[in-house]
């Protein structure tokens, strides 16, 4: 029969027409990874002491919270959503934790379930109010973002510094690799995060419909997929990776205070974009996620090396970054239905 | 009138069987229209049931409260005797009904087997088998004769195989009712043969199918009994041999059908006088890589080009080239003798063509806006943002076009994404009618449109074409391209083998002959 074939052809009207729909999701990825080889070779030829593998693994060590809030919010953003509360969220986490371990004298143990429970809780009720009231994602968001800001200063004004011997030993625990290489333990739970993310994105049907609702909502709830259930769980793993993000934090400081990541929800949501996931959610790739918050470190990690440069060039440079991936999404977007 | 009050179950003689599905009294109302006003619909198990009326009869909104995409605002729904009301579509699925609603709703990002088992993979140890889950969806595209990459993201295929994917997703859920709103609208001969043929299988195994449709003679062709709503409401339910065409359009329309015949005598008469002379557009080995090969076509003014082929034969592909939405990478294209080149819809506008795609949800109406804006849409575009249409003005050509295309609700501050299928199309129609183009390009015009509103808009096709505008008609329906064309350029794996001038001795076999041998006999 002649329909299958003959009618496939695509024809986007936008630049970059003739490479295939499936290659045109994954060059913004492939940009990124370009992206971040240049921008390592470049700083190993300008800056002595910048090609080592260590450079590379304390990317991952000063990075691993905001590479697991992140891969939390590309969950989100592939549905086509925004969660703007991430970085209150880790804020509360990091104030809440210090404050039941020091001031309250919990065991660690203890702390972490409940902490991790709060976030997804939270993140499942904004959730329910987005899909149950039919409310933009970004207001409700915004709202919580907000209140668990609000929340921090009500458990404690001041920042809260961790001297609990079990939290500090774990903070400090080195887990050494071959040429004396090592990383934190955040490093090896951000990464245990990432590869459980990219499974369940890829390989079961929890992640196959948060494709498939990012693709049409509308169509989604027509061909009887569970649109609810998803979106609310959606938010409740975007609030439980930013309580472990926040977990993390709290390592990486020993402290917890109200003033911890500000803004780091627009990070995560920078890195999410820099690595390839469509903001109109439907297409994008976690470990692209990854491949971002990566970009994000490397640019911190230039401006520290520059020394002469004030920290906000990292903010600057970030901003023009995110400006040419959004640009490069438009122009691979074409995705049009050829016709008879 | 006939009798309706006592429907039958599909054998008279045997045991009675009780519906899989029974509606009573159903009730819907939207924001001031009633759509649904005391509807009743019996399905019962082995039996193909058409479900007929005009654009905006309610046919959809019926089925949209049937599987709980709407809630019902009263009456009653019976499933297996026993009453459900469903509260989202997934409940209706659980419950075995299975449905294709009317426009292709999947997701564009998925790959054509996940779109088809998407929310029911095949899994092992918890995680969706991969491999198996290739093999099923080709299995079921298989029952449909149908060969194609099932991992390519479904974006990248035709309306038409999309709507045979949807088909094809509906089909494997092993459903007791499958529903099937307008399904053959963007296929073919081949395809629609092949739909029924899976349709009368599922019926033998037992199924109940309801089936929408604006072509007669599918319904003839493959139905046992027919329900027929109007203006809402419940004009009956008859067993297909207790009607004619003739029979079933009155209950349809409530009225006598306006012959068409007068028209394609006049056609054909006046084929020899259009074609001499400059014409007014006028291409030359037109071409773009991989869509259609290099072709020659003149439109006079006042002609009726027909585009005829098979779905996927570049018939789409051809037109969108002298419009600019694609941009042609080889030959020429001359407009009243000056050349031109059409890069952009808005270089193509600027010489008077105009462009009605057959995708209306995709590229063509803003579901927001209302119909009016929708109508002048074209109109203002030409004329430049800087010079609006009053609002005086707009009302006016918003009021003429819904009396002259029927247009239901007659409200032009109706949102579009709210008006049926059918009336939709007429919107888009109206759009570019309006701007009154010199060459005016329609892709499928009568698409998933009523009876009556099809002779409308081919009377309205000819006028133009007697008032001088140049035509070039793309269809699917051989009949209706042969009662409006003057000429039919034939095509075939993206290639145009014949132009063939509509003197008479054009039947719809010498083109079918045509298209299978790949040159006019
Ligand atoms: N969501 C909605 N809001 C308001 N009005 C609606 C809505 N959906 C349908 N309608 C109205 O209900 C009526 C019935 O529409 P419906 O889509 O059921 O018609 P149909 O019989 O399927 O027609 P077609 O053959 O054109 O597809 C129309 O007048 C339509 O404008
Ligand atoms: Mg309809």
Wanted: glycine share 10%; aromatic share 6%; charged share 20%.
């Amino acid at each position: 029969m002649s329909t299958g074939t003959a009618g496939t052809a695509a024809r986007p009207t936008r630049p970059f027409a003739t490479v295939s729909p499936r290659t045109r999701t994954r060059v913004p990825l492939l940009v990124t990874a370009v992206l971040l080889v240049a921008m390592f070779t470049v700083g190993s030829v300008r800056y002595e002491g910048f090609l080592s593998a260590q450079v590379g693994l304390n990317l991952l060590i000063d990075n691993g919270f905001l590479l697991v809030v992140a891969v939390g919010a590309t969950f989100v953003v592939l549905t086509g959503g925004i969660d703007l509360s991430v970085g209150s969220m880790v804020a509360l986490s990091t104030v809440l934790t210090a404050w039941l371990v020091e001031s309250q004298g919990r065991p660690l143990a203890a702390v972490v379930p409940l902490v991790l429970l709060v976030g997804a809780a939270s993140g499942a009720l904004m959730g329910w109010i987005i899909h149950t009231f039919e409310i933009q994602p970004f207001v409700v968001t915004l709202a919580g973002m907000f209140l668990a800001r609000g929340l921090c200063y009500t458990i404690s004004t001041e920042s809260v510094t961790i001297t609990d011997p079990t939290t500090v030993a774990l903070a400090q625990t080195r887990l050494y690799g071959p040429g004396g290489l090592f990383v934190s333990i955040p490093v090896v739970v951000a990464l245990a995060v990432l590869v459980l993310a990219f499974v369940v994105l890829h390989h079961t049907r929890f992640g196959r419909t948060v494709y498939a609702l990012g693709g049409n909502e509308s169509s989604a709830r027509l061909m009887g997929l569970p649109v609810g259930t998803t979106k609310i769980a959606v938010y409740a793993v975007s609030g439980l990776c930013s309580a472990l993000g926040g977990l993390l934090l709290t390592l990486y400081m020993l402290s917890g205070y109200a003033l911890h990541a500000m803004g780091m929800e627009l990070d995560a949501i920078a890195a999410t974009v820099i690595g390839g996931t469509l903001l109109t959610g439907g297409s994008g790739f976690v470990l692209g996620t990854a491949l971002g918050v990566l970009v994000l470190g490397m640019i911190q990690t230039f401006v520290n090396f520059q020394g002469t440069l004030s920290s906000w060039w990292t903010r600057i440079v970030i901003g023009a970054l995110l400006l040419v991936f959004i640009v490069l999404q438009r122009l691979m977007g074409g995705r049009r239905p050829a016709a008879g | 009138m006939v009798s309706p009050s006592t429907p039958r179950p599909p054998d008279p003689g045997g045991p009675r069987p009780r519906p899989v599905l029974e509606a009573r009294g159903i009730h819907k109302q939207f924001a001031g229209t009633v759509a649904l006003d005391g509807v009743a619909l019996r399905l019962f198990p082995g039996e193909v049931h058409a479900l007929m009326g005009e654009n905006g009869a309610g046919k959809s909104t019926l089925i949209k409260v049937l599987t709980g995409v709407h809630p019902a605002d009263g009456g009653t729904l019976l499933v297996d005797g026993r009453p459900q009301a469903f509260a989202d579509p997934l409940q209706a699925q659980r419950a075995g009904i299975s449905t294709v609603y009317q426009e292709v709703n999947l997701c564009p990002n998925l790959s054509v087997a996940e779109n088809i088992l998407v929310g029911r993979e095949p899994r092992r140890f918890g995680l969706v088998d991969r491999s198996a889950l290739r093999r099923r969806a080709a299995e079921l595209l298989r029952e449909l004769d149908l060969d194609l990459d099932v991992t390519a993201p479904l974006g990248s295929h035709s309306l038409a195989v999309q709507q045979l994917v949807a088909i094809a997703r509906a089909v494997d859920v092993s459903a007791k009712v499958l529903v099937l709103d307008e399904p053959t609208s963007s296929l073919d001969r081949e395809e629609v043969a092949q739909l029924f043929t899976l349709v009368r299988r599922l019926r033998d195994r037992g199924a109940a199918v309801l089936f929408v449709t604006h072509f007669l003679d599918q319904v003839f062709d493959l139905c046992d009994r027919v329900t027929v709503l109007r203006n809402g409401r419940l004009e009956g339910e008859y067993p297909i041999d207790r009607l004619t065409p003739m029979t079933l359009v009155q209950r349809m329309i409530g009225g006598e059908l306006a012959t068409l015949d007068q028209l394609s005598g006049r056609a054909r008469r006046e084929a020899a006088a259009r074609t001499t002379g400059e014409p007014f557009l006028r291409a030359r080995r037109l071409t773009r890589a991989g869509a259609i090969e290099p072709y020659d076509l003149d439109i006079h003014a006042g002609e009726v080009v027909g585009l005829a082929g098979l779905l996927g034969s570049g018939r789409t592909e051809a037109a969108r080239l002298l419009f600019g939405a694609d941009s042609a990478d080889g030959g020429e294209v001359g407009i009243e003798g000056e050349k031109v080149r059409l890069r952009t819809p808005r270089h193509a506008i600027a010489r008077g063509i105009a462009f009605c795609s057959e995708n209306r949800k995709a590229e063509g109406l803003v579901g927001e806006l209302t119909v009016r804006e929708n109508i002048v849409l074209a109109l203002q575009a030409a004329r430049g943002w800087t010079r609006p249409l009053t609002r005086a003005k707009q009302d006016e050509l918003a009021r003429h076009w819904i009396e002259t295309l029927d247009i239901r609700p007659a409200d032009p501050e109706a949102q579009v994404r709210h008006l049926s299928g059918g009336n939709q199309q007429k919107v888009l129609l109206a759009r570019w009618l309006l701007t009154a183009p010199r060459l005016l390009i329609l892709d499928e015009p009568t698409r998933g449109i009523d009876i009556g509103a099809k002779a409308e808009i081919q009377k309205l096709v000819a006028r133009l074409a007697g008032e001088g505008t140049a035509v070039l008609f793309v269809s699917a329906e051989l009949d209706e391209v042969l009662r409006l064309s003057h000429r039919i350029a034939v095509l075939r794996d993206h290639r145009m083998v014949a132009t063939l001038t509509n003197d008479g001795s054009v039947t719809p076999e010498r083109i079918l002959t045509t298209i299978a041998t790949g040159a006019d006999s």
